[in-house]
């Protein structure tokens, strides 16, 4: 039974130190018994146990071998791009070598195939609706304030000292969506972000590795209801888009303008007039400003960022 499964049960089951080290010690055969039954009056705590074991019968994989595996694994046909990364980045830590994370993030790429390549795309989303980008657009919300409440009382200029404290945070912390943390989904490992890694270091001395395989297929089943639970209650207040056809006259909402110190509460919400060029999918149209001094651009705008034209036009 290998020292991080020991531990494991152990903190499931709630053992004592006296009774992990008497229980581990049934389980040893052959040499390690034999070197027991001579150490046996010395180690009386599991911790002693562990770290004399450790260094007794430690396994040593030659340096020139890790760096083989690291180096040479590739994404094999049919594996996931998240498995892949996964195992990638594994091999590379086992390294033990302080690798930059733009010396990690080149050598992850390098063992990509181009059958993963052909299936990225690039999709745009229409103007001024983040909800499109929802899962993105939610956690740039969270960074954004978090980095506000980090850097308060500090200059404007300097909010990217706080960006690395904010990530550790945000990936060390439990996520509604998942029922995890980041860190835990990505790697495997339970992590601790800074503030708390002193006070860690000195109950225990170790990070435990997850099973990944069953804790990515929990966290599947739990992003499913959470989705669910989601959905029902957007769809609560949803109703039918207001639809559109090709050539008709709208008025579009203005999400932006120049701000010029006066009030915004008298100033048009819309501007137009647009024509509707194309009609695309998920309620989305091309509209073409027909004002003259815009030299009749398009943009892509949502169904519910237009309303029909009411005036005459020219």
């Not at 070598?97 to 990690?104: E, F, Q, Y």
Request: some cysteine; overall charge positive; charged content about 30%.
């Amino acid at each position: 039974m290998g020292k991080k499964k020991v531990v494991k049960i152990a903190r499931r089951y709630g053992w004592s130190e006296n009774d992990t080290l008497r229980l581990t010690a049934l389980r040893l055969r052959g040499h390690a018994w034999e070197w027991y039954e001579g150490q046996s009056e010395k180690l009386t705590t599991w911790s002693d146990m562990k770290e004399t074991l450790l260094k007794k019968f430690k396994m040593v994989i030659r340096f020139s071998s890790l760096l083989k595996r690291a180096a040479n694994y590739e994404a094999r046909p049919g594996q996931s791009l998240g498995d892949y990364c996964f195992q990638k980045l594994q091999k590379l830590q086992a390294l033990r070598c302080n690798i930059s994370d733009k010396c990690l993030i080149d050598a992850v790429i390098g063992g990509v195939k181009d059958e993963y390549v052909a299936r990225i795309k690039h999709i745009l989303n229409a103007v001024a609706t983040p909800r499109a980008n929802g899962q993105c657009e939610r956690y740039n919300k969270t960074i954004v304030s978090s980095l506000a409440a980090t850097a308060v009382g500090q200059p404007d200029e300097n909010w990217d000292l706080y960006v690395k404290k904010v990530q550790s945070a945000l990936n060390t912390t439990n996520n509604k969506a998942i029922g995890t943390t980041p860190m835990e989904a990505l790697i495997g490992y339970r992590s601790a972000c800074p503030a708390e890694s002193v006070v860690l270091k000195a109950i225990e001395n170790e990070l435990e590795q997850l099973d990944i395989q069953s804790l990515r297929k929990d966290i599947s089943t739990h992003m499913k209801a959470e989705q669910r639970r989601q959905k029902e209650y957007y769809d609560k207040t949803r109703r039918g888009a207001t639809r559109f056809n090709q050539g008709d006259i709208v008025m579009v909402q203005i999400t932006s303008e120049v701000a010029t110190g006066s009030s915004r509460k008298l100033r048009p919400k819309y501007k137009g007039p647009y024509r509707v060029t194309k009609v695309l999918f998920n309620d989305r149209y091309e509209v073409q400003d027909m004002r003259d001094h815009n030299r009749h651009t398009t943009t892509v705008m949502a169904s519910d960022r237009l309303k029909p034209w009411k005036g005459i036009v020219h």
